[in-house]
C-alpha cells in the first residue's frame, strides 16, 4: 500500500504527541513493506524528526495577519481559507497513494477535498469543534456550546457584535468540520473526542468514523522495560503549557512531597522558566526538554509517574508510555484518559484522581507500595504493531 501521511507538525525537533504518532505510524508501515511518504513543512530538517522515508517539503502556512487578537473575534474566513491551502496541496500531490491520511490542526480541509481522494484524518484533540483545540477557559475545563460564548477565548470582554461574528466563525468552522466527517473517513484517538463533537453536533454523521488510540512503539522502548526503579523518583514528563498542570500540581505538591521523594520535570514550554524560579531545588529538578530517548530512560528510573493535566487530554502518550514501561502512573480523570484502564500491564497500574488535592494524597501510598511484577514480554495493547492491522484495514474498507 502507498500511503501518504500528512501534518503541519512536522518536521519538528520537539515533537508532541501528535507529531510522535505521525512518526510512528508511518516509520511502522515502513517496516511492515508499504510505500510511505510525509507531506510537512517547508521549514526545518526532516531529517532531525526520525521518520525514515521520503519527506516532502511543501506546507508554507504563511498568510495575511489576520488581526483576530486586535480585532477581539474569530474571523470566519481565516480557518476555511487556510483548510483550502492545505487541501489543494493534498490534492496536488494525492496521485498515486492509495491513502492519504492527515494529522493536523484543521479538520475542516476533508470539505475542500473531493470525495475521488482517498483522504482519512485523525482528530488528536479537541479541536473538531474548539478553536483553541483544548475546551480549557479560565482554569477550567469549557464545557458551553453555544458559539457566542467562543468569543470569550479571543477577547476578554466580547461585546455584542463581536460575539455574533465569533458565533459565524465558530459555527461555520463546526458545520465544515462535520461536512468533512461525512464525506471523508475520520479516525478519533478516543471515544472521549467522538462524543464531545457530537455534543457540539448532535446530528454530524460520523458513520464513518472508527476510534483507534495513540500508539507507542514497543521496539524502541524495549531496551528500557524491565529496569529497576529508583526509591521514591517520581517523573512528570510534557510540555509545560496552560490546561497541562504543572503549575497547579506544583502548588499543591511542594510542600506536601514525602520525605524520600524527588520530583524530576521533563520538558519545555512557556511556563518553565516561571515554574523553576518558584520551585527549582532541592527535591525538585527541571531537565528542560530532553529528546524521546532520554526523557523514556528517565521514565524508566521513575518509580511513579504523574500526568497532572487538568484539560481533558485525549488520548495522553505520556500516559501510554508509562504504562507500556510497566511504572504506575497517576493522573486526573478526565477527558480519554480512564479509556486507557484498558492498557494497564497490571490492576491498578494507572490511578485516577477526581481531584489535583486527591492526586496528590495518592503520592505516598504509591510509593510505599511495591512495583508488581509483569512479563516484559506481554504484548502491549496499544504497541503500534498491534494497533497497525486496524489501521490497514480502515484503510482498504
Known amino acids: ?13 520537539q515533537l508532541g504527541g501528535l507529531g510522535k504518532h505521525v512518526v510512528t505510524v508511518a ?6 513493506g508499504h510505500e510511505v511518504a510525509i507531506l510537512g513543512r517547508k521549514a526545518g530538517n526532516p531529517a532531525a524528526c526520525g521518520f525514515q522515508g521520503r519527506f516532502i517539503s511543501a506546507i508554507a502556512l504563511a498568510h495575511p495577519n489576520w488581526k483576530e487578537s486586535q480585532l477581539g473575534c474569530y474571523n470566519p474566513v481565516k480557518r476555511p481559507w487556510l483548510a ?11 496521485s498515486g497513494f492509495d491513502v492519504v491520511h492527515y494529522h493536523g490542526h484543521l479538520p475542516l480541509v ?33 464545557d458551553a456550546l453555544d458559539a457566542r460564548a467562543c468569543a470569550h477565548c479571543i477577547g476578554s470582554s466580547p461585546g455584542l457584535l463581536r460575539q455574533h461574528v465569533s458565533a459565524i466563525a465558530v459555527d461555520g468552522y463546526r458545520d465544515r468540520t462535520a461536512a468533512a466527517f461525512a464525506r ?24 464513518r468514523a472508527r476510534v483507534i488510540p495513540n500508539v507507542v512503539d514497543m521496539a524502541r522502548l524495549q531496551g528500557a522495560t524491565g529496569r529497576q526503579p529508583e526509591p521514591g523518583h517520581i517523573v512528570l514528563a510534557g510540555r509545560i503549557d496552560t490546561g497541562k498542570g504543572f503549575d497547579e500540581f506544583l502548588a499543591a505538591a511542594h510542600v506536601r512531597l514525602p520525605s524520600d521523594a524527588h520530583l524530576t520535570i521533563v520538558g519545555d514550554g512557556p511556563g518553565r522558566a516561571g515554574l523553576a524560579r518558584r520551585y527549582a531545588g532541592g527535591r525538585i529538578t527541571f531537565t528542560g526538554w530532553q529528546d524521546y530517548d532520554s526523557t523514556v530512560a528517565l521514565t524508566a528510573r521513575a518509580q511513579l509517574c504523574i500526568v497532572p493535566s487538568v484539560c481533558e487530554e485525549a488520548c495522553s502518550t505520556t500516559v501510554l508510555e508509562a504504562l507500556a514501561l510497566g511504572r504506575p502512573c497517576l493522573a486526573l480523570a478526565r477527558g480519554g484518559t480512564p479509556e486507557l484502564l484498558h492498557y494497564q500491564r497490571y490492576p491498578g497500574q494507572l490511578q485516577l484522581a477526581p481531584t489535583m488535592e486527591a492526586l496528590v494524597d495518592a503520592m505516598a501510598p504509591l510509593l510505599a507500595a511495591p512495583i508488581p511484577a509483569f512479563d516484559v514480554r506481554t504484548l502491549f495493547g496499544a504497541d503500534v504493531r498491534q494497533v497497525l492491522p486496524r489501521l490497514l484495514d480502515y484503510y482498504a474498507a
Open 1 to 13: 500500500m502507498k500511503v501518504l501521511m500528512v501534518s503541519e507538525d512536522l518536521p519538528g525537533t
Open 27 to 32: 516509520n511502522a508501515l515502513l517496516a511492515a
Open 84 to 94: 483550502r491551502h492545505v487541501a489543494a496541496l493534498i490534492s496536488r500531490h494525492a
Open 110 to 142: 476533508g470539505a475542500y477535498v473531493g470525495q475521488a481522494c482517498p483522504f482519512v484524518q485523525t482528530r488528536h484533540d479537541q479541536g473538531s469543534d474548539c478553536l483553541v483545540h483544548l475546551r480549557f477557559r479560565g482554569g477550567a475545563v469549557c
Open 184 to 207: 471523508h473517513k475520520t479516525i478519533f484517538v478516543s471515544g472521549f473526542l467522538r462524543r464531545r463533537f457530537q455534543d457540539a453536533r448532535p446530528g454530524a454523521d460520523l458513520r
